[in-house]
């Protein structure tokens, strides 16, 4: 593992650039069973049978799970909840996570598009497709800016931005899946209208990225203090 130095306020927070093979592994399994997990949910809970498109909406799902738990590491680890080593899990986490979504992307665009159709995508739900191509372009600068010698290319300032930037994936997935009408069936199961035994997978992620981006600004917000106070 090689970690690259960051601006002094956030000293105890290591960047690392290259991982250790145990962490790829982590990372590996995590999206895997995450994946695994969420087909067998919405086979069992929400009478969605395994196929394609389960498969497709379990990347979907498993990319949204690796960034909120590699944007909830930092903060975690600030926290003292996380131990330092975890720390080095960003990188893979986020890199993995990226690589589900581009897949899921893939898929519908060439597998599934038959069944759908361009107007789906253009037409009925222009919304999602637009806030689905946002979020891959943000995937791809964080996805370039994640190998080699990036930090040092950019420098520490650019570096930092683009990062920074790249933290709007999270609310830019959440409206993805809010924009094809997600919400309603959320009110339906609450209603009693939804028959299913479990709870729409899309509210399940909801709630995760609520959470991670409270945790995201209440340690920006801690941060601009310290940096307050050390002046």
Partial sequence: MNTEPQRSEDAWAPITTKNRPR?????????????????????WGRAKPYSIGTLSEALAHTAFYGLALAFAIGPLYRFGIMPARAVAGRRPFGIVAVICAMVHALLSLTVLRPNSGWDHFVVKHWDH??????????????????????????????????????LAMLPVALLHFMALGKFTRWVDWFGGRDKNPAPPGTLIIFCVGVFVIALRVIDALRRWKRRNNAS
């Avoid at 962490?23 to 086979?43: K, R």
């Avoid at 190998?147 to 300032?157: M, V, Y």
């Fill in 23 to 43: 962490e790829w592994v982590a990372a590996i399994l995590f999206s895997a069973v995450s994946c695994w997990f969420v087909m067998a949910y919405h086979d």
């Fill in 129 to 166: 497709t637009v806030l689905g191509v946002l979020g891959i372009v943000l995937a791809v600068i964080l996805l370039a800016t994640s190998f080699g010698n990036a930090f040092q290319r950019l420098g520490e300032a650019r570096w930092f931005r683009i990062q920074a930037a790249g």
